[in-house]
C-alpha cells in the first residue's frame, strides 16, 4: 500500500484498528517476566487465534505483534541475534491471519526501546535511528503493508522511528503518543506539538493511545484534529483497571466502551480501535457503532505552526507581532567567540534564558565562526538550548551539513535561515527543509547577489516559492525577509523594504526582517530602528530578528499591536511595557520569576537551571572560601531541588528540566559528601530500597526516584527492573531498609505490587510501601495497602519525608 492509497481508505469509512494484545495474552497464560515475541512464536495459535478474531470483529488494520521486537528489547532476554527471524516469523502471522479472513492490512509495530535519548540518557541519535531501522527493514521485506510507531512517550524517539522510516522505506506511517493526565507526555510535549512536528516530518496519520479510557482521551483527539492536515486515530484503554477480587482488571464493559467512543469519532478520529484491556468484542461492537458515524473530514487548511519539544508557537499574518531572538550568534562579540572556542557554552545558555524572559518567540542560532568546528558547535548549542529553553528555534547557517546535523537531532519544527535563489541553497538547503519538516526564510537574493530593485526582489520571491511549492510546500511554511538595506547609504532603502512587506502580506505570506539593518553608521540607532519597526508592522510585517533586551524596541512592538487592534494587543501592552532604562536581574529558566531567585546563591541557580557544565567549579569555589560543606547542601542544594520540585509540579519544568538539575544537584553531592565528618549520633537518612516489579522492563521513572532520594540525602538501594518480591523484600531487610519504591509501567505487572505488600505485612516488617507509575493511581494505592503514593519523582521524596516523619 503506498501514502495515497492508505489516505484513500479515509473516504471510504471509519477504519477500525485491532485491540490490546499483551492483556489478552496474560489472560491466555503468557507468564510475567518472558519475551512477548518469543513467548506468541511459541504458542502461536493463541496469536493467530486473537487476530483472526479481530479481523471477523471488523478490524481493517491488525498491527503484527512485533511492538518490541528491536535490538535493545531482545537484548534484555539475549535474543538480539534472533532480531531479523523473529520479526519475519511474526508479520507472516499476522499476513496468516488476513489471508484466512480475507480482508486486512497488516502494521509492522515499533515502539520505544526503553533507554533515553542523550543528553537526559547515554544513547546517540543516529543510534536509535540505525535500531529502528535494522528492525524496520526486516518489516519491509515481510511485507508489512504500513508502520505503526506506537505508544511512544517521548517525541525525539518517535522522530526517530519516522526519520529511520522515511530512509528506508514509502510505507504509509501512522505513530501515536501516550499522555498523562495533564494532557502531556512523560517528556512534556502537548497533542499540538506533537502533530505539528510528526505531520510536517512526513507522517501519514496522527494519533494517541494508551493511558486512558475513551472519556479522557477525547480532549487529546480534538485537540489534535485542531491542527492535523492528516488523519488522526485514537487507540484507549477499556477504561483504567480496577481491583477486582486481587486482581486488575478492566471492567468496561464492550458496549460501553463503543457508547464512549462515539465522542472520539465526534472530536475528529476517522480510525478507532482499542488498547489494554479490549478485546475482540470490545473491536466487534466499535465497529458496529462505527458504521452508523459519519466520517470525520480531513482538513486541507495548514497552520504556521512552529515548535520546540514542549510547546508550540503560532505565526498569524495579522496576529501579535514576534521577535526572533538574535543573540546567539559570534559575529562582533568577543567573549562568545572565546568561549565558542574553548567549548564553553556559559555565555550562549545565559543569553537564550535571558532572550525568553524579555519576549522573545523563537531563537535564532548561529555558531559559524572561526576556529571552530560549526557542525560540532551547532549540534552542541542545539542539544543544550532545547532542552533547557522551551521557545522553537531558528537554525541560523548557511552551510547544508551543518543545517542538516541541527535539523536531524531537534525535536520539534524549526525554522530555517535561510534559502535564496543561490544555487547552493536551491539544490542542497531546501530539500533538507522538506526532509526534516521544518519552515524556512525566503531570502530574495541570487547569484548575481542583492536584486537592484523592487521588481526583482519581487522575481526573485515567485521564482524560490515556485520551486518549493513543486517540492511540496504551501505558503505556511514560507516566511519572506523583507532584505531590509541601510537607510544611510540607500535612502529609499526603509520605503523599498516595506514595499516588500507588504507585497507578500498582501499575498498570504508571512514575513521578516533583520531590524538593526536598517541603521548602521547612523547615531543614536535605537531610535530609527524603532520608527521602522512601528512603519513595518503597520505594513504587516510579521516578525523580525532583533534583541528582545532593548526596551525601546520591545515597547514599541507592543504598542504598535495594541494601536493596530490587535487580538488582546491592549493586554500585552500593560503586561508587558517597560519603563526605559529599566533593567531586570537574569532569569531562572522556563518559569522561575526574578523575585523568587533574587540574592540566590551561584549554586542554587546552577541546580535550578541544570547547569551541568560549571556546578563543580562552583561548588569548589565556595569550599575555598571556607564554607561549610553542610552548609552548602542545606542553605543552597536543598533549597535548589525544592524549588526544581515546585516549578515540575506547577508544570513550568518539564521531564528534562527536572533530570538536568536533579544529575546537577548529584553532581554537586558527589564532589560535596567525601568532605562531611558525621558523628554516630542517631540521625544519618534511613535506607530506601526502589525497584520496577517482577515482569516491568520499563525503569525511566523508577531511575529518577533514585536520583532525587539520593540527591536528599538517602541512601538508596536501586534494584533495578523486573524484581521479584521476595528479592525486593530481603533486599530491603539486608539492608535496613525504613522504606519501598516500587515502579510499574504496564497494567500487566502493576498487580505485583500487592505481592510486595503482603510480604512485608506477613513479615511483620515496619517498612513503609509507596508505590507509583503510569499506570498506577492513588485509588489503587488505597486498594492494595500500600503506604504511599507518587504521582512523580518530585512528589515522591515528600512522600516517603512525610511517612518517615522528616523535615
Do not use: W
Not at 518489516?139 to 517521548?154: F, I, K, Y
Amino acid at each position: 500500500m503506498n501514502k495515497h492509497e492508505f489516505r484513500q481508505l479515509f473516504n471510504e469509512k471509519i477504519l477500525i484498528l485491532d485491540g490490546a494484545t499483551g492483556t489478552n495474552l496474560m489472560n491466555a497464560g503468557m507468564p510475567l517476566g518472558v519475551c512477548p515475541e518469543k513467548y506468541i512464536l511459541e504458542h502461536k495459535e493463541v496469536m493467530l487465534e486473537l487476530q483472526t478474531s479481530y479481523l471477523n470483529a471488523g478490524t481493517d488494520i491488525l498491527y503484527a505483534p512485533t511492538f518490541t521486537c528491536n535490538r535493545l528489547k531482545l537484548r534484555e532476554y539475549g535474543l538480539e541475534t534472533d532480531l531479523y527471524q523473529m520479526n519475519m516469523d511474526l508479520v507472516a502471522l499476522s499476513k496468516q491471519a488476513v489471508a484466512e479472513c480475507g480482508h486486512g492490512y497488516v502494521a509492522g509495530d515499533l515502539t520505544m526501546t526503553g533507554e533515553m535519548l542523550y543528553p537526559m540518557g547515554k544513547l546517540q541519535f543516529e543510534e536509535l535511528v540505525d535500531i529502528y531501522k535494522e528492525q524496520i527493514k526486516v518489516l519491509v521485506e515481510a511485507g508489512c503493508d504500513l508502520l505503526v510507531v506506537e505508544t511512544m512517550m517521548s517525541l525525539a524517539e518517535t522522530r526517530a522511528a519516522v526519520i529511520a522510516a522515511n530512509e528506508i522505506c514509502d510505507l504509509p506511517i501512522m505513530a501515536s503518543l501516550t499522555f498523562n493526565e495533564d494532557g502531556r507526555t512523560l517528556y512534556g510535549t502537548d497533542p499540538v506539538t506533537a502533530v505539528n512536528v510528526l505531520q510536517n516530518l512526513g507522517v501519514d496519520a496522527i494519533g494517541v493511545n494508551c493511558s486512558t479510557g475513551p472519556d479522557k482521551m477525547t480532549e487529546l483527539v480534538a485537540a489534535m484534529k485542531e491542527v492535523a492536515f492528516v488523519p488522526v486515530f485514537a487507540k484507549p484503554n477499556a477504561g483504567m483497571p480496577e481491583l477486582v477480587d486481587g486482581k486488575s482488571v478492566y471492567a468496561m464493559t464492550p458496549e460501553t466502551f463503543a457508547e464512549d467512543m462515539k465522542m472520539i469519532i465526534e472530536a475528529g478520529a476517522g480510525m478507532v480501535g482499542g488498547c489494554c484491556g479490549t478485546t475482540p468484542a470490545h473491536i466487534k461492537a466499535l465497529s458496529d457503532m462505527a458504521k452508523t458515524m459519519d466520517i470525520p473530514e480531513i482538513s486541507d487548511k495548514k497552520e504556521r505552526l512552529l515548535s520546540s519539544e514542549r510547546m508550540t508557537r503560532q505565526i498569524n499574518l495579522d496576529g501579535s507581532f514576534m521577535v526572533v531572538g538574535e543573540r546567539i550568534n559570534p559575529t562582533g562579540k568577543k567573549k562568545l567567540q572565546a568561549e565558542l572556542r574553548e567549548g564553553v557554552l556559559d555565555t550562549v545558555m545565559t543569553m537564550a534564558e535571558e532572550q525568553m524572559e524579555k519576549g522573545a518567540s523563537i531563537l535564532d542560532i548561529n555558531v559559524g565562526m572561526n576556529g571552530i568546528d560549526e557542525k560540532e558547535m551547532m549540534v552542541r548549542v542545539v542539544y543544550e538550548v532545547s532542552q533547557a529553553v522551551n521557545l522553537p528555534l531558528c537554525i541560523d547557517s548557511s552551510n547544508p551539513a551543518v543545517i542538516e546535523a541541527a535539523l536531524r537531532i531537534y525535536p520539534g519544527r524549526a525554522l530555517v535561515n535561510s534559502v535564496s535563489l543561490e544555487k547552493v541553497k536551491m539544490q542542497e538547503i531546501l530539500p533538507l527543509v522538506r526532509k526534516y519538516g521544518a519552515m524556512f526564510i525566503l531570502l530574495p537574493l541570487s547569484d548575481e547577489g542583492l536584486p537592484k530593485d523592487s521588481d526583482e526582489k519581487e522575481s526573485i520571491i515567485h521564482t524560490v516559492l515556485d520551486a518549493a511549492y513543486k517540492m511540496g510546500f504551501q505558503k505556511e511554511d514560507v516566511v519572506v525577509d523583507g532584505l531590509v538595506a541601510t537607510v544611510g547609504a540607500e535612502k529609499a532603502a526603509a520605503v523599498n523594504c516595506l514595499k516588500t512587506i507588504r507585497y507578500c502580506h498582501d499575498m498570504g505570506l508571512a514575513t521578516i526582517c533583520g531590524l538593526s539593518n536598517i541603521s548602521f553608521g547612523l547615531p543614536e540607532r535605537m531610535f530609527v530602528n524603532a520608527a521602522f519597526l512601528t512603519m513595518a508592522i503597520q505594513n504587516g510585517l510579521t516578525m523580525a530578528i532583533a534583541n528582545p533586551s532593548q526596551t525601546m524596541l520591545m515597547n514599541m512592538a507592543y504598542a504598535s499591536d495594541m494601536l493596530l487592534n490587535k487580538d488582546e494587543g491592549d493586554i500585552r501592552y500593560i503586561q508587558n511595557v517597560k519603563p526605559l532604562g529599566i533593567t531586570t536581574a537574569a532569569p531562572v529558566q522556563n518559569g522561575g520569576s526574578q523575585e523568587d531567585e533574587k540574592e540566590k546563591s551561584v549554586i542554587y541557580t546552577d541546580v535550578v537551571k541544570g547547569n551541568k557544565r560549571n556546578i563543580t567549579e562552583d561548588v569548589k569555589k565556595e569550599l575555598e572560601q571556607g564554607i561549610d560543606p553542610q552548609k552548602i547542601i542545606d542553605d543552597e542544594l536543598i533549597p535548589a531541588i525544592n524549588r526544581v520540585g515546585k516549578l515540575f509540579e506547577q508544570k513550568k519544568y518539564f521531564l528534562p528540566q527536572l533530570i538536568a538539575s536533579a544529575e546537577t544537584m548529584e553532581l554537586a553531592i558527589n564532589h560535596i559528601t567525601p568532605l562531611i565528618v558525621r558523628e554516630d549520633d542517631g540521625k544519618s537518612m534511613p535506607a530506601i530500597v526502589v525497584a520496577t516489579v517482577e515482569g516491568d522492563i520499563h525503569d525511566i521513572g523508577k531511575n529518577l526516584v533514585v536520583l532525587m532520594l539520593r540527591n536528599y540525602g538517602f541512601p538508596v538501594i536501586d534494584l533495578g527492573k523486573d524484581v521479584p518480591a521476595d528479592v525486593i523484600v530481603d533486599a530491603a531487610i539486608e539492608n535496613d531498609a525504613k522504606v519501598i519504591g516500587l515502579s510499574a509501567l504496564m497494567t500487566t505487572t502493576m498487580m505485583k505490587m500487592v505481592d510486595v505488600v503482603e510480604l512485608v505485612k506477613a513479615k511483620n516488617l515496619d517498612i513503609k510501601v509507596v508505590i507509583g507509575g503510569a499506570v498506577i493511581t492513588e485509588s489503587f494505592a488505597e486498594e492494595i495497602h500500600a503506604d504511599g503514593y507518587s504521582e512523580d519523582a518530585a512528589e515522591c521524596v515528600q512522600v516517603v519525608k512525610r511517612l518517615l516523619g522528616i523535615e
